[in-house]
């Protein structure tokens, strides 16, 4: 094994004689400064223009639509807030829910209200029981 030179580790240097490492800046100022000069005249013209064209206004007494008194409308009134679909199941479930009702009266399965259920239990009221299968029916699976 031989021991090798390193090469120097330090950038040369323009003034060596060596390339320049990045390109020469080709933008001038006035190349910058003209655009933004120009947009900022133009928002000062719009701005005045703004201020001139809303001052009549200003100082009128103008009727507005919003001022006028309303006026009745004919034909079907509009919902201000109609329910959304989440709504409507939530208070078609709730009414189902709270309402006493008979679901199949050959099986004896009927709806109870939540509170009327407690009541109930409460009291110490039970189902009434299976009625008797008859013979030769399969068993029903258990719910």
């Known amino acids: 094994?031989?021991?090798?030179?390193?090469?120097?580790?330090?950038?040369?240097?323009?003034?060596e004689g060596a390339a320049p490492r990045h390109a020469p800046l080709d933008l001038r100022?006035?190349?910058?400064?003209t655009p933004v000069g120009v947009g900022l005249a133009t928002l000062v013209v719009l701005c005045v223009a703004l201020w001139f064209g809303y001052r009549p206004f200003a100082a009128s007494e103008l009727p507005l639509a919003?001022?006028?008194?309303?006026?009745?409308?004919?034909?079907?009134?509009?919902?201000?807030a109609p329910l959304t679909p989440d709504a409507v199941v939530r208070l078609?479930?709730?009414?189902?829910?709270?309402?006493?009702?008979?679901?199949?009266?050959?099986?004896?399965?009927?709806?109870?209200?939540?509170?009327e259920a407690m009541k109930l239990t409460a009291a110490g009221?039970?189902?009434a029981p299976d009625p008797p299968a008859a013979p030769g029916a399969r068993p029903e699976a258990p719910r």
């Not at 094994?1 to 003034?15: K, L």
Request: no cysteine; net charge positive; charged share 35%.
């Open 66 to 80: 919003a001022v006028a008194a309303p006026q009745e409308l004919s034909g079907p009134r509009i919902e201000p």
């Open 125 to 127: 009221v039970r189902a």
């Open 92 to 115: 078609r479930d709730r009414a189902r829910l709270s309402s006493l009702r008979l679901v199949d009266r050959a099986r004896g399965i009927a709806t109870v209200p939540i509170e």
């Open 1 to 15: 094994m031989g021991s090798r030179e390193q090469p120097d580790a330090r950038p040369a240097r323009e003034s």
């Open 29 to 33: 100022a006035r190349d910058v400064l």
